[in-house]
T-cell receptor, first 115, second 115 residues
Framework: AQKVTQAQTEISVVEKEDVTLDCVYE???????LFWYKQPPSGELVFLIR??????QNEISGRYSWNFQKSTSSFNFTITASQVVDSAVYFC????????????FGPGTRLSVLP | ETGVTQTPRHLVMGMTNKKSLKCEQH?????MYWYKQSAKKPLELMFV???????ENNSVPSRFSPECPNSSHLFLHLHTLQPEDSALYLC??????????????FGEGSRLTVL
């Protein structure tokens, strides 16, 4: 069975603080893909990153960075120097390579960045 | 023009009404999806169409009826809904990649309220 857990339901930080959003996944497949999406108040989910199971290099994109660790089945997301515009719900998602197009989403973490 | 457009953005209907949600993608993708997002629940995949054929149908009640007349358009026909069907319905599209599943591009959603 495939499962994605985001244990943090809600997080509040003050602007300029760093914040890490946790994602733990379960799958028996050896080939799979992990994603992070951002859902601002407007509603549409915005793609942030796609990572396959064979690429454990950490990635940095501006203030965003991702730490993928297969040993702990985690794919955590860090925002450095958070800004009010980062306030949103963030979803982690998993899809095994041979699982058609059935993305499995985590429950999401609501991040509030206070001025 | 956004990549994935959904109409209407808001819909209120009675339990005996018949209505439809519309989704259009301008990205040239070959797969389209309907997701349901309810409060405090993970995103639920309802239907997937790939090359205009339905490839996923996750035990969705028959009061929801999808239609995909071409690769750019997707409908969700609604009839005799229940109050518990009130939710945000999100449409998404993706393009399969040689290296695995492509990321989903989402619309802003249709907020449905069933009275």
């Amino acid at each position: 069975a495939q499962k994605v857990t985001q244990a943090q339901t809600e997080i509040s930080v003050v602007e300029k603080e760093d914040v890490t959003l946790d994602c733990v996944y379960e799958t028996r497949d050896t080939t799979y893909y992990l994603f992070w999406y951002k859902q601002p108040p407007s509603g549409e989910l915005v793609f942030l990153i796609r990572r396959n199971s064979f690429d454990e290099q950490n990635e940095i994109s501006g203030r965003y960075s991702w730490n993928f660790q297969k040993s702990t089945s985690s794919f955590n997301f860090t925002i450095t120097a958070s800004q009010v515009v980062d306030s949103a719900v963030y979803f982690c998602a998993l899809i095994p390579n041979n699982y058609g197009q059935n993305f499995v989403f985590g429950p999401g973490t609501r991040l509030s960045v206070l001025p | 023009e956004t990549g994935v457009t959904q109409t209407p953005r808001h819909l209120v209907m009675g339990m005996t009404n018949k209505k439809s949600l519309k989704c259009e993608q301008h990205l040239g993708h070959n797969a389209m999806y309907w997701y349901k997002q309810s409060a405090k629940k993970p995103l639920e995949l309802m239907f997937v169409y790939s090359l205009e054929e339905r490839v996923e149908n996750n035990s969705v009640p028959s009061r929801f009826s999808p239609e995909c007349p071409n690769s750019s358009h997707l409908f969700l026909h609604l009839h005799t809904l229940q109050p518990e069907d009130s939710a945000l319905y999100l449409c998404a599209s993706s393009q399969g990649l040689a290296g695995g599943p492509g990321e989903l591009f989402f619309g802003e959603g249709s907020r449905l309220t069933v009275l």
